[in-house]
């Protein structure tokens, strides 16, 4: 099955790196006013999902007579659009899940959504928030890191304090060590080659990757 796509409604200082994110075959969706930024990008999602109060006419009017799904929720609803589009994508059977959109803009929002991505019944799918200059995920045993050397990496724990924390490739290594919650130790690390990895034995790691631009 192909990748999913999810565009958010964030913000996003420079459009033109998330066409460098985008593969021909991925699945381009949009939680309500991410459609926005989708357009902007020169996308048009296949499927649109939320209350459409972020949605003006125009974009609807576009999206409609290009042929997307429109699957509106009510306003008065308990899940923002996000978490409603995220669980219709796991619901059809997608397993890596490319999210675009959700940092920037409203600090309760960005909590929010990556609030979202720790729910027990996400983890088992390969999420990734990214806007071509930040990406971030969480982390829950082990995980390699692509990039670029100088990319500053941030190892933050989400809810508890996190142990077995061990790294190859960054700057300061970590070798079975545990990260406190109300601790900073992990912040601003630095990715010295192409490759690293980070793996933990418990706790949820939230991992923020800034790409040296």
Same mark, same amino acid.
């Given at each position: 099955?192909?990748?999913? !796509?999810?565009? !958010?409604?964030?913000? +996003?200082?420079? +459009?033109?790196?998330?066409?460098?994110?985008?593969?021909?075959?991925?699945?381009?969706?949009?939680?309500?006013?991410?459609?926005?930024?989708?357009?902007?990008?020169?996308?048009? @999602?296949?499927?649109? +999902?939320?209350?459409?109060?972020?949605?003006?006419?125009?974009?609807?009017?576009?999206?409609?007579?290009?042929?997307? *799904?429109?699957?509106?929720?009510?306003?008065?609803?308990?899940?923002?659009?996000?978490?409603?589009?995220?669980?219709?994508?796991?619901?059809?059977?997608?397993?890596?899940?490319? +999210?675009?959109?959700?940092?920037?803009?409203?600090?309760?929002?960005?909590?929010?959504?990556?609030?979202?991505?720790?729910? @027990?019944?996400?983890?088992?799918?390969?999420?990734?928030? &990214?806007?071509?200059?930040?990406?971030?995920?969480?982390?829950?045993?082990?995980?390699?890191?692509?990039?670029?050397?100088?990319?500053?990496?941030?190892?933050? @724990?989400?809810?508890? &304090? !996190?142990?077995?924390?061990?790294?190859?490739?960054?700057?300061?290594?970590?070798?079975?060590?545990?990260?406190?919650?109300? *601790?900073?130790?992990?912040?601003?690390?630095?990715?010295?080659?192409?490759?690293?990895?980070?793996?933990?034995?418990?706790?949820?790691?939230?991992? !923020?990757?800034?790409?040296?631009?």
């Amino acid at each position: 099955m192909s990748r999913a !796509v999810i565009f !958010v409604n964030g913000q +996003i200082k420079h +459009i033109e790196p998330v066409h460098r994110l985008v593969r021909p075959d991925d699945t381009i969706l949009a939680a309500d006013g991410g459609t926005h930024l989708a357009l902007a990008a020169g996308l048009t @999602p296949s499927i649109i +999902i939320g209350d459409l109060d972020s949605l003006n006419q125009a974009d609807q009017m576009h999206v409609k007579k290009a042929g997307c *799904k429109i699957i509106k929720h009510p306003r008065d609803k308990d899940e923002i659009d996000f978490e409603l589009a995220l669980s219709f994508v796991a619901e059809s059977g997608f397993s890596e899940i490319l +999210i675009i959109g959700a940092l920037g803009g409203r600090l309760d929002q960005t909590l929010g959504n990556l609030s979202v991505l720790t729910n @027990p019944r996400f983890a088992g799918l390969d999420t990734r928030i &990214d806007d071509g200059t930040e990406a971030a995920w969480f982390l829950r045993d082990r995980r390699e890191i692509t990039g670029s050397p100088g990319d500053t990496i941030s190892l933050i @724990p989400w809810g508890g &304090d !996190v142990t077995g924390a061990t790294t190859t490739g960054l700057r300061w290594p970590l070798h079975n060590e545990s990260l406190f919650a109300d *601790k900073t130790r992990g912040i601003s690390n630095e990715l010295m080659d192409e490759k690293g990895s980070i793996s933990i034995n418990s706790g949820l790691l939230l991992v !923020v990757q800034r790409r040296n631009m």
